[in-house]
């Protein structure tokens, strides 16, 4: 495990062999739970100040999309339980033995474990999985309508296969974010908390020593926890960073290599980009809980407040 942009999640380095094979795709999506979108064009990325140019973010660019389908919320624990009974599929952090799981979460007596030298926060916990999302002896039995979490791009893309969908591009995940605002910098608008109403799940108080819990919740929170954008989509910032199909390059967005109708991301890098932030998210040191905030990781990392949402084709 090494650094990268570890106080969003840790990373590991590709594991290029004993990869298992994906199960068979299915026939017919099932679009229960996914909204249509229409597409077309919209402004994509930002030019603000206080963002992380380094991550390529900017500039404010158009982009088209065609029409496109996507889940209304991230994958629950329950649709992943009915993956792993239907396929038999183990997770890589299951294979590995380990996943990346917040200090915070952790209870006082837990055995000491290794930290990450960039983000001491986040502890390499044996056991945990999205079965056991703190480790042995956790369980997702009262949160199996929040978002599966431990799982890896490789894991999310098995999923979505095997429902007949697949990760949605950089491009449709912002679109759909956006909710059809106009750079705007939430999903609901330019102001975080609207009148005083919490409208995502991120860290309140001072990180990583003291969350108020002010928005409701330590670590994820159930899906439709809060209300929807304008497209009917919910939590596309905080609770979970979303994996998506594209490569992560910061340079590539504002490129002329890059294309402006249904872009789907450089040749092949070595990190698989995130959106949306998480739970863990802080203005004082990751404030990428944005519609139009970056991030990245590799496609054999898991931790906890990484999952995903699946997108599919008219």
């Given at each position: 495990m090494s650094g990268g942009d570890a106080c969003c999640a840790p990373h590991r380095p590709d594991v290029t062999t004993g990869v298992v094979a994906e199960p068979h795709a299915a026939a017919v999506v099932d679009t229960e739970g996914m909204v249509l979108l229409p597409g077309g064009p919209f402004l994509m990325g930002t030019d603000a100040a206080d963002g992380y140019p380094a991550d390529g973010e900017g500039p404010v660019r158009e982009v088209t999309v065609d029409p496109f389908r996507i889940d209304a919320t991230t994958v629950t624990n329950a649709a992943f339980a009915d993956f792993v009974d239907a396929t038999g599929w183990v997770t890589l952090a299951e294979r590995f033995g380990t996943s990346f799981v917040f200090a915070g979460l952790l209870p006082d007596d837990h055995p000491p474990t290794r930290a990450v030298a960039a983000a001491p926060w986040w502890r390499e916990v044996p056991g945990a999985s999205w079965r056991c999302p703190e480790g042995v002896g956790s369980s997702v039995a009262e949160r199996i309508d929040h978002p599966v979490v431990h799982v890896t791009w490789r894991d999310a893309r098995a999923y979505a296969r095997w429902a007949g969908k697949r990760l949605p591009t950089e491009a449709e995940w912002e679109y759909a974010a956006r909710g059809g605002l106009v750079q705007a910098r939430y999903p609901w608008g330019s102001?975080?908390?609207?009148?005083?109403?919490?409208?995502?799940?991120?860290?309140?108080?001072?990180?990583?020593?003291?969350?108020?819990?002010?928005?409701?919740?330590?670590?994820?929170?159930p899906v439709r926890a809060y209300p929807p954008n304008g497209y009917g989509l919910h939590e596309m910032t905080g609770n979970v960073w979303e994996w998506c199909s594209d490569w992560f390059h910061p340079t590539w967005p504002g490129s002329a290599a890059a294309p402006r109708v249904n872009p789907a991301g450089p040749p092949r890098t070595d990190a698989k980009v995130m959106r949306g932030g998480s739970y863990l998210c802080h203005e004082s040191y990751c404030f990428r809980y944005r519609v139009d905030a970056r991030s990245s990781n590799t496609p054999d990392s898991s931790a906890g407040n990484i999952g995903f949402r699946c997108a599919a084709a008219v």
């Open positions: 102001e975080r908390e609207p009148g005083g109403e919490h409208r995502m799940n991120v860290w309140q108080g001072t990180f990583p020593t003291t969350n108020t819990l002010a928005d409701g919740w330590l670590g994820t929170a």
